[in-house]
């Protein structure tokens, strides 16, 4: 399989406890993003990559959150200290070097917080 | 903000009709893009349009733009019950080439 994906599917977490999810991109896409959505609603951006780069962040994305690409390859989004408002769909999405390419998604890690 | 908004937010059509989505936009765009979701599922890239496009189609998926009026439109002929997804639109802005901006949707239901 050659598509996004994303480990783990979902996830279960008491609030205060720390989360990691893991995203693995097509292999030739040298930009990678991370998204959320909330049940109705569209993903909404949090932050993208270029290789290992990290270019930019929403404000969405507070100082419990934050995210690698340290080979340029796979991406880790780690939450820290996770509130019961983080729970959410987290979507990865890649494409190739243009930032006007098509975005091929994940599909994605369900987080739950209790 | 220059996230689009999709029209209506619910839709439901017998299979074998044609169903039709309404997007519209805020700011100036380089491209727009259809997605489809299915329930709990990731983002399936339906069609590109560029701003310099007013008709695109693939297979049984027709895109308008009309840029000014801020709008595009994502016909589904002859519908089948597997249809039945979630559809989005999203624009990269032309003033942040790098973020993605999506509506909020529309749920479609496509009863056999």
């Known amino acids: 399989d050659t598509g996004v994906s994303q480990n783990p599917r979902h996830k279960i977490t008491k609030r205060g406890q720390n989360v990691t999810f893991r995203c693995d991109p097509i292999?030739?896409?040298?930009?990678l993003y991370w998204y959320r959505q909330t049940l109705g609603q569209g993903p909404e951006f949090l932050t993208y990559f270029q290789n290992e780069a990290q270019l930019e962040k929403s404000r969405l994305l507070s100082d419990r959150f934050s995210a690698e690409r340290p080979k340029g390859s796979f991406s880790t989004l780690e939450i820290q200290r996770t509130e019961q408002g983080d729970s959410a769909m987290y979507l990865c999405?890649?494409?190739?070097?243009?930032?006007?390419?098509?975005?091929?998604f994940g599909p994605g890690t369900r987080l739950l917080v209790l | 903000s220059q996230q689009g908004e999709e029209d209506p937010q619910a839709l439901s059509i017998q299979e074998g009709e044609n169903a039709t989505m309404n997007c519209s936009y805020k700011?100036?765009?380089?491209?727009l893009q259809w997605y489809r979701q299915n329930s709990g599922r990731g983002l399936v890239h339906l069609i590109l349009?560029?701003?310099?496009?007013r008709e695109k189609h693939s297979g049984r998926l027709r895109v308008t733009l009309d840029t000014s009026k801020k709008s595009s439109s994502l016909l589904i002929t002859a519908s089948r019950a597997a249809d039945t997804a979630s559809y989005f639109c999203?624009?990269?802005?032309?003033?942040?080439?790098?973020?993605?901006?999506f509506g909020s949707g529309t749920k479609l239901n496509v009863k056999p």
């Open positions: 999203a624009t990269f802005g032309s003033d942040n080439f790098n973020k993605f901006y």
């Open positions: 292999s030739e896409h040298n930009r």
């Open positions: 999405a890649s494409s190739l070097t243009s930032s006007q390419e098509t975005q091929y």
């Open positions: 700011t100036s765009i380089n491209n």
């Open positions: 349009i560029r701003s310099n496009e």
